[in-house]
C-alpha cells in the first residue's frame, strides 16, 4: 500500500481528489461520539472510568456550531457489567450488541470513535463494524492517541474513513464540511485517509490552537456525571471524595523523555489557558455539578510557576476543594512558595515524575533533565504541608546507545528508599510513536510474540543483552517488596495511622494492609517469587 504523506509546506502541491474515497449520507447534521468499552488483566482497580475529555471538548465544539451531537461512553454505561474473554482478562462496559442498539436509536450521519490506548484498539475497531453493518453511509472517524500514533494500522479496517490526529478542535468543522460537499481533503489538516487509489494519505497537523481559552468548555452535561461519582475510581486510584472530576490547564510538553508519546497529539510546544478560564470552569464544576475533588490531567501542571501561583491562589479563595495530580510534575519546577500555595489550595498528594533514582540513566537515556541531589529536599517541603508524595520510576529503559543495567535499576529503588516512598513503578511500554519502539526494532530488543494488545505497563516487551525479561521481572518483585516494607516499617507513626483511617472507611482494606505486609516480609525473607500485589496499599491514589 503506498503512503503518500503531506505536510504544511506542501499543501497546494496535492492532487484534487475527483471522485471522492467513500460513501456517506447527504446531509451531515447528526454526530455520535463513542468511548468504547475497555479490557483489563482481571484487575478491575487498574481501570480508570474517566470522563473521555478528548470527546466533550469535540462535542462542545460541534454543539457550538449548532450540529446535533451525543456522546455514548459505552465504558462508564456499562461499568457494573463484566464479560469474560478469557482466564485472564475481562472486559468491562456494555456490550457490544447493546452499543448496535444505542446507535440504531440515534441513527447517526457521523460516528466519531476515541482510539486512545493501543492495548484497546481492538475494542474501537469492534465498534466502527458495528457502526457499518448498521449503514454503510454512516462516515467512521476515528481520534486519540493511539489513532493519532498509528493512522496506517488504524486505516487497515476498512470500517474506518477518516483518522483525525492530534488535537481535532480545530479539525472537526472543517472535516464534516468536506465531507458533506464532496470537497477535497487536500485543505484539511491533520488527517489521515485513504485516496480514490486506495492509497494512505497522511496529512500531518501543523495547526495548533495557540489560544487555549477560545474552546468551549467540554460538554460534560452530555456524559452521565453521575455514574463518574459513583465509580469512585479514576485516574491516579480512589477519590478521596466522591465528586470528584478531570480537568486539563495546558497543552503541549518541550521535554523528550524518550519513552513519551504525547507530543503526538498535543505538540511540544507548552499553550497555557488563563488563570480567569481555568477559575471558570473550575466554578462550572462546583455549581453546576457540585464537584468537590478536581485532578489535573496536564503533562505540564506548573510549566510556568508564577501563573501556576496565581492560579492556587485564586482557588484557595473561592473554592474548598481538595485536589491532585496524577500525571506528575517537574520536580524541578517546584519551590517553597509554590509547594505552600498548592497546599493552601486544597493539594493533597504531588507526584513527582523523576522516573529513575540514577543520574547517568536520566541524563543517557531517558533525556529527562531530573537533578537528583535537589529531589529529597523537595520530597521533605512537600511533607512539611502534610501532602503525600508519590513518585514514579520507569525500568528496562533502553536508548540507541545503551541499556539500562540491573544494578541502576536497584539504584532507582534504593533512592526511594531514601525518600521513604513507595514509588509507582512500570515497565518501559515501546508505545507506537515512541522512540523506544524505534530503537527496540532497531536493536531486535522485541521478545518473541510482541502484540500491541500487552502494550501496558505492567508487562514487559523487551528484552536486552543485560537482562532478560525473568531477570528484570525477578529484580523488580525483589525490589518493590523491599522498597514498601521498608517505607512502612521505618514510619510506623505513619503507618499506624493509615491503617487507623483505612479500618475506619474500610475495614476490610486496612485487613488488607497488615496482610500484605506480613506476606510479604515472608516473601522477602524465604521468596520473592510469585509476588502478590495489593490494590489496597496507603500510597494506592
Known sequence: MEVVNRTGNDVEKMHVVNNFPFSHRKNIRKVLLIQPPAWCNNIRSDMNPNAPLGIAYIAAVLEKHEYDVKILDAFIEGWDVEIRLNKERIRVGLSFEEIRERIVSENPDVVGITSMFTSQRKNAHQVAQIVKSIDRNITVIFGGAHATAAPESVLEDINVNVVVLGEGDNTIIPLLKTIESNSSFAEIDGIAYKNEEGNLVIQEKVIQINNLDDLPFPARHLLPMERYFEAEVRHGGKSRNRRAASIITSRGCQYRCNFCTAFKVFTRTPRLRSVENIIAEIEELVNKFSVDEIWFEDDQLIAKQRQRGELFDQMAQKFNLQWDTPNGVSVWLLNEDLIQKMKASGCYCVNLAIESGNQEVLKEIINKPVNLSKVPEVVKLIQKYDMEVGTFLVVGNISHNRVETLEE????FRFARKMRVDPHV????????SETLEVAKAKN?????????????????????EWSPQELRNLVEKEIIKTRLWKWLTSPKWLILKTLQVLIKNPIGGINILNEIIRNSLKLIFNHKNVIYSTSTPDKK
Not at 535499576?409 to 532507582?412: P, R, T, V
Not at 512500570?426 to 510513536?433: E, N, W
Open 445 to 465: 530488543y522485541l521478545i518473541d510474540g510482541f502484540d500491541w494488545d500487552d502494550l501496558v505497563i505492567q508487562k514487559q516487551q523487551l528484552q536486552t543483552p
Open 409 to 412: 535499576i536497584k539504584d532507582s
Open 426 to 433: 512500570s515497565y518501559l511500554t515501546a508505545y507506537p510513536g
